[in-house]
C-alpha cells in the first residue's frame, strides 16, 4: 500500500473518531456536566481529531509536498484518542492522575502530529511553492497568503497544548495556568486559524467561484493575531477588548466570505449549507464576543458563546467540509443520502440556536429540547460517516 493511501486510510480514522467524539459530546453536554469537562470532547476530540485527519492528507499538498511516511501517525492517534478520554474523564472526576495522564498523551499527540507535518514541508516553511494549477492560477496570491497562517496555528496549538497540561498537571505554565487562556489559545488561536487558512484555499475549489480575496487580507492576521491578545488579557482589560474586535472581525469577515462564495456559485452541494451555517453561527458568536467588551460576562453568556464558536462556526463548517470529501450520496446503506445530511446539518443548526436561546433567556426546557436537538444531528452524521467509512473499507 502507498503512503498516500495510508494516509487517506488514517484520515478516515481521525474523520470517523471525531464524528464520535461529536456525539459524545452532545451526549455530555445534555447530561448536564460542566463547560469545563465538556469542553474536552468538542475542543480536543471533535474538533482537533477531524483537523489532524484531514491535515495530514491537505496540508503537504498545500505546500506542494507529500507526507514522507504514515509510521508515526498511530501513535498519534492512539495518544489523541486516549489524552482526550483520560482529560474528560479526570476533569469530571477530579482525579489529578488521570488529568495528568490524559495531558501527557495529548501533548505526545501533538508533538507527533507537528513533528510529522514540518518534516514534510521543511524545505517550504514559507508556503512559497503552494501546489496550485494552471486550472486555478487565479488563486495563487491567496493560496500564498494563507500558508504561513497554517503554521502559525500549528503554532498555537502547540502553546495551547502545553498549556493545558500546565492546567491539568501541575506543570510550570507559560502564563498563569487560568484554564480559559490555554481555552482560547487551543480554540481560537489553532482552530479558528487553521479554519480560516484552511478555508480561503478550501472553499474557492468547493464552490467553483471567485473568492472576495481582500477579506483574506483582513480576516487571516487578525485571527492569527487576537488569540494571543485574549489568552494574555483574559477576563477584562483594553488589550482583551482589542482582541475581541480583532477576533470577531476576523469571524465576522470569515462569514463574509462564505457568504460571498455561496452567492457567486452555481453549485449547490449538501455540505455548502453547513459551511454556510458555521458562517453564520460564527457571526453571533463574535457579536457576543463584543457584549463581553463593552458590558461584562454572565455564565449564560460564556456558555452561549462557546457553544456558538464550537458547535457553530468550528463545528457546522467541519461537518459541511466533511460532507465535501465525503459524499453521502454515494453510499448504499440504510438513509445514506443528501436527505440524511440536511437533517444532521439542521438538526445541529436548530439545536444549538434553541439551547443558546434557552441559556440566555433563563429557560433550561428550552436548553434541553435544544441540546437534545443537536444529539440528534451528531447521531445521524455518525451514521453517515461510520457508513460510508464501512462501504469504502470493503
Partial sequence: MTTALR?????????FAGACWLVVWQAVVLAGVSQRTWLLPGLLGFVFHTVFGKAYSLVPTYFDRELPTTKLVPVHFLSAVGGTAFL??????????????????WIVAV????????WSIRDNLTGSETGTGESKAHLASIDRFANPFMLIAFCYLLVGSYEL???????????????????????????????????????PRFFSAA???????????????APSLLAVSLPSGPLFALGAVLQATAVIGFGLAVFVLCYRSDRRRVGFYGVVAGGFCGILAASLGILFAVDGVTPARIASHARLNLLGLLGLTIV?????????????FPLAGDRTAMAAMGLLFTGLLVDVGGQLTASPLASTAGQLTTLLGATAHLWLVAGLFYEQAE
Avoid: M
Fill in 88 to 105: 474528560t474523564a479526570g476533569v469530571q472526576r477530579s482525579s489529578d492522575v488521570v488529568r495528568t495522564s490524559g495531558g501527557l498523551l
Fill in 320 to 332: 459541511g467540509v466533511s460532507y465535501q470529501f465525503y459524499p453521502p450520496a454515494v453510499g448504499s
Fill in 7 to 15: 494516509t487517506s486510510r488514517w484520515a478516515r480514522r481521525f474523520v
Fill in 165 to 203: 497540561l500546565a492546567v491539568h498537571s501541575g506543570s510550570p505554565p507559560l502564563l498563569d495556568g487560568y484554564p480559559p487562556r490555554a481555552t482560547h489559545l487551543l480554540a481560537a488561536g489553532a482552530g479558528g486559524l487553521i479554519v480560516f487558512a484552511v478555508g480561503f484555499r478550501l472553499l
Fill in 111 to 118: 508533538l507527533v502530529f507537528a513533528a510529522t507535518i514540518a
Fill in 211 to 225: 473568492p472576495p480575496e481582500p477579506l483574506a487580507w483582513v480576516v487571516l492576521p487578525a485571527g492569527a493575531v
